[in-house]
T-cell receptor, first 110, second 113 residues
Framework: GQQLNQSPQSMFIQEGEDVSMNCTSS?????WLWYKQEPGEGPVLLIA?????ELTSNGRLTAQFGITRKDSFLNISASIPSDVGIYFC??????????FGTGTSLTVIP | DAGITQSPRHKVTETGTPVTLRCHQT?????MYWYRQDPGHGLRLIHY???????DKGEVSDGYSVSRSKTEDFLLTLESATSSQTSVYFC????????????FGDGTRLSIL
């Protein structure tokens, strides 16, 4: 099935730095979700976006639904060690189809 | 945390044996899903259910079957396990199919030797 292009695949950053990652596609979507997965656990929902151009924050996390409806961005400000994990995007269209990105692995160096 | 329990959490078995994984929810959500997660492939949908006794295939359904006899339980069965089915399996639930977020269980790590 179609997969979203999620980048970067992995990131190694110093504690305190800001992080940016994104998901892109050639298709238009109506919903973008962002999840975080920690080792040994299932993905946990971080932010849900339902409208083109929407910008939503959850603490230090901010996500945006791209204006073209083909992409979404997740930013983490002032990273801390507990931000470590794999971040996934998920998109959905009106045809009852949904897709997951392959994930961005984040390592935060204290 | 969403009320999702997967069992067992870990299992090691031999090629050719049948295996059943269970997902139990306490949220009364209509939709339930089974995914497998492998390095380099992300989450891939195996089967999903949109109600009691209503199921459909996902992108990697070959070799797997599912059943849902009650709202709260969704079973995934490997009739004759193969080494290629070694993976981490996740169950997820949602109120709606695409307009509602999915909430995931903590996974079952299955090793087939």
């Amino acid at each position: 099935g179609q997969q979203l292009n999620q980048s970067p695949q992995s990131m190694f950053i110093q504690e305190g730095e800001d992080v940016s990652m994104n998901c892109t596609s050639s298709s238009i979507f109506n919903t973008w979700l962002w999840y975080k997965q920690e080792p040994g656990e299932g993905p946990v929902l971080l932010i849900a976006l339902y409208k083109a151009g929407e910008l939503t924050s959850n603490g230090r996390l901010t996500a945006q639904f791209g204006i073209t409806r083909k992409d979404s961005f997740l930013n983490i400000s002032a990273s801390i060690p507990s931000d470590v994990g794999i971040y996934f995007c998920r998109s959905a269209n009106t045809g009852n189809q949904f897709y997951f990105g392959t994930g961005t692995s984040l390592t935060v160096i204290p | 945390d969403a009320g999702i329990t997967q069992s067992p959490r870990h299992k090691v078995t031999e090629t050719g044996t049948p295996v059943t994984l269970r997902c139990h929810q306490t949220e009364n959500h209509r939709y339930m899903y089974w995914y497998r997660q492998d390095p380099g492939h992300g989450l891939r949908l195996i089967h999903y259910s949109y109600g009691v006794k209503d199921t459909d295939k996902g992108e990697v359904s070959d070799g797997y079957s599912v059943s849902r006899s009650k709202t709260e339980d969704f079973l995934l069965t490997l009739e004759s396990a193969t080494s290629s089915q070694t993976s981490v399996y996740f169950c997820a639930i949602s109120k709606g199919q695409v307009d509602q977020p999915q909430h995931f269980g903590d996974g079952t790590r299955l090793s087939i030797l």
